[in-house]
């Protein structure tokens, strides 16, 4: 059976993340002239330190070069954690983004920016901020509801650490 370049560069690349403590978040290949850009995401529930990154760079990159799984091709090879502005796509996401205010697109229509106060599985609980001086309300919403979600930059947002002192 037949799997495809990024199904064994997941299987070849996992094992290395996830003993560092990360998940393997996505693998992106594209082209960057005549070589490849090959980009591994990582993430964990602390976040990514940038030495983590550089060390585990330095593993995958041992690693694929002692297989065949990028062929004889020159490649680029970059590992970072996620952006600020990425999707909120598995449950870890929402987990992770307990305290952040986030944009929601709804599957029915319309959308929301609401705070997430807590996760489980089969759903959010949301503060939705108040406007014009109305006090924030709650507000439950399931995956199920959700379309898409995205972080929303706060630039004055208060640490976690902050609000516990």
Known sequence: MSTTQSDRLRGLLEPLVAAKGLDLEEIEMSRAGKRRMLRIIVDSDEGVELDTCAELSREISDR??????MGEDEYVLEVSSPGADRPLTE????VRAIG??????????GEIIARIL????????LEVPGVKGRKATA???????????????EFSRKDKKEEEA
């Open 118 to 125: 807590d996760a489980d599985d089969e759903g959010l609980d």
């Open 64 to 69: 694929l070069d002692d297989t065949d799984v």
């Open 91 to 94: 449950h870890r996401h929402y």
């Open 139 to 153: 507000r439950r919403i399931a995956f199920t509801d959700i379309a898409k979600a995205r972080v929303e930059i």
């Open 100 to 109: 952040r205010l986030v944009k929601f697109q709804l599957a029915e229509s």
